[in-house]
C-alpha cells in the first residue's frame, strides 16, 4: 500500500462548480498535512496546510480525519487557473522533516 | 525574488553515462531535499540533508546514486552509471530554519528533466 494515495484523475468541471479531492495516508503517526499545487510542466508550490480542526482559504477548504486517516480538499467557484494537479502531502511520521507526496490528482476547469 | 536554481534545466544522455545535477538553495535555507518525479511513482524522495549534513537517503538507490553538499549555496545529485529508468524530473527543494514538517514550507527548483537513451 503506497503512503499516500489519490484519484489521479482527471476531474472535469465547469466554472463556477465545486470539486472536492480526497487522500488517503497509511502512517497513523503522521501529524502534519498540506496540499500542493503543481501547474502543468512547472515545480510544486504549497497551497495550504490542513490542521486538525479545519481551515479555509478564500475558495478553498481542507480538512482532516485521523479517525479514518484521509484529508480533502474543497474548491468552491471553480476558476479556469484553478486547473493544475493537487498533490497531498504528509509527514511520513513525527518530527522526521519527510515530507512524501501523493501521485497528485489533476484538474481541469472548463468555460 | 530568492528561489531555488537549479541545472541543468534538461539533460539528454546514453545509458552508462555520469549525470550531475546541481542545487542551489535558497540563502538562508538550511534544509535541502532532492524528489524525484515520474507519472508513474509522482515525486519521491530521495535525500535530504539539515545544515549540509545528509540525515537521509534511503529513498536512493545507493549502487548508483550519490548526493552531497559540499558548502551551505551547493548540492549536488550524481547517477553514476545512468540508465534508462533514470529517465524522470529531479526537483531539489529548500527549507527555511526550522521545522519544514510544521510549516509543510518546501521551496522548490524549476527541476531538471533528465533524459537516458
Known amino acids: 500500500r503506497k503512503e499516500v494515495e489519490q484519484d489521479p484523475g482527471p476531474f472535469n468541471v465547469p466554472e463556477g462548480a465545486t470539486v472536492a479531492f480526497n487522500c488517503t495516508y497509511s502512517?497513523?503517526?503522521?501529524?502534519?498535512f498540506f496540499w500542493y499545487r503543481q501547474d502543468c510542466r512547472k515545480e510544486p508550490k504549497l497551497l495550504m496546510s490542513?490542521?486538525?480542526s479545519g481551515n479555509e482559504d478564500g475558495r478553498f477548504t481542507a480538512q482532516l480525519n485521523r479517525a479514518s486517516q484521509y484529508i480533502s480538499l474543497l474548491i468552491r467557484d471553480s476558476k479556469l487557473s484553478d486547473s493544475a494537479t493537487y498533490l497531498c502531502?504528509?509527514?511520513?511520521?513525527?518530527?522526521?522533516?519527510?515530507?512524501?507526496f501523493g501521485t497528485g490528482t489533476r484538474l481541469q476547469v472548463f468555460p | 525574488d530568492a528561489r531555488v536554481t537549479q541545472t541543468p534545466r534538461h539533460k539528454v544522455t546514453e545509458m552508462g553515462q555520469e549525470v550531475t545535477m546541481r542545487c542551489q538553495p535558497i540563502?538562508?535555507?538550511?534544509?535541502v531535499f532532492w524528489y524525484r518525479q515520474t507519472m508513474m511513482q509522482g515525486l519521491e524522495l530521495l535525500a535530504y540533508?539539515?545544515?549540509?549534513?545528509?540525515?537521509?537517503d534511503s529513498g536512493m538507490p545507493k549502487d548508483r546514486f550519490s548526493a552531497e553538499m559540499p558548502d551551505a549555496t551547493l548540492a549536488t545529485l550524481k547517477i553514476q552509471p545512468s540508465e534508462p529508468r533514470d529517465s524522470a524530473v529531479y526537483f531539489c527543494?529548500?527549507?527555511?530554519?526550522?521545522?519544514?514538517?510544521?510549516?509543510?514550507?518546501?521551496?522548490f527548483g524549476e527541476g531538471s528533466r533528465l533524459t537516458v537513451l
Open positions: 527543494a529548500s527549507g527555511p530554519p526550522g521545522d519544514p514538517a510544521n510549516t509543510g514550507e518546501l521551496f
Open positions: 502512517n497513523s503517526a503522521s501529524q502534519s
Open positions: 490542513v490542521y486538525s
Open positions: 502531502v504528509v509527514e511520513r511520521s513525527y518530527n522526521t522533516d519527510k515530507l512524501i
Open positions: 540563502l538562508g535555507h538550511n534544509t
Open positions: 540533508f539539515r545544515n549540509r549534513a545528509p540525515l537521509d
